[in-house]
């Protein structure tokens, strides 16, 4: 059964998108069978996984809206056991918004999500910025949260305020929803305030909650992006795949670990 994990934050450009291709991608070279649901209309986890713009024509948004079927819109990418959906072409409009509240759309992410989870051993959700109701959807069909952050002084503020809907959401629709963890981004040493800002965040936050790995920034980023190839496959050995990578097989372990309590709780029962 898979994991779903859906990548979220408040802020805008602090590198959700990124972090979910780069984590989809490793994963998928650890060969795990992955697949990317992107929630942005933007859809730019499916371009940084190299979709064309056709294939970008119709996606997850035209799921919802009842004119294609999951399965016609779930794609390959160059890495074998990684697929990706892509948001679809439609902008969230007042029309959209009545449609998916007459559908419940909550339920209906989760059920999407629930009928491609068997055949996966992650699936990542890209959300849009901000809490509005793509992200809510997200987190309620997922089973964790991952949090980008960029070390900057407003970022704790950001988190506060994103822990305070996390705990919303376990109240209302997902009670099992449990925070992955947060990860700094565009991490860069030589930066007093980078420093600083993680070490007050690993202070502030339980060891569980925030990732001692770090995603150093890589000027060259963007590049990779643009040509639609994640960085795992264009510089396997550049300091950002490796973080990434090494990020993965955390997620990878921590994911096995739980499978393997839910099996013995399961047995005891
Ligand atoms: N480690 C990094 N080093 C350098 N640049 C980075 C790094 N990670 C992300 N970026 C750049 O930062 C910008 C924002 O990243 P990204 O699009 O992933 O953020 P986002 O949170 O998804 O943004 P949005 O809120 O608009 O969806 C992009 O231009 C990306 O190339
Ligand atoms: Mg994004």
Redesign the pocket.
Known sequence: MGKVIAVA?QK????????TVNIAASLGVLRQRTLVIDL?E?N?VSFGLGLSRQQMESGIYDVFMGRVKLRDIIHPTAIPTLKVIPYGKGTLTDEFEKFVRQKGSAPLLKRYVEAVRKSCDFILIDC??GMGDLTIYALSAADSVLV?MQPEPLSLKTLTQILKIIRKVRRSVNPDLIMEGLLL??YDENYRISREVAKQVWATFPEEVVFRNV?????E??AS?AVGRPIILQDPESE?SQAYLRLAKELLKKAKAEQAEMANAASEN
């Open positions: 934050s805008g450009g602090v590198g959700k998108t990124t972090t942005d933007q730019a849009p910025p980008p981004t565009m995603i150093p920034r890589m000027e980023f963007a992006f950002v």
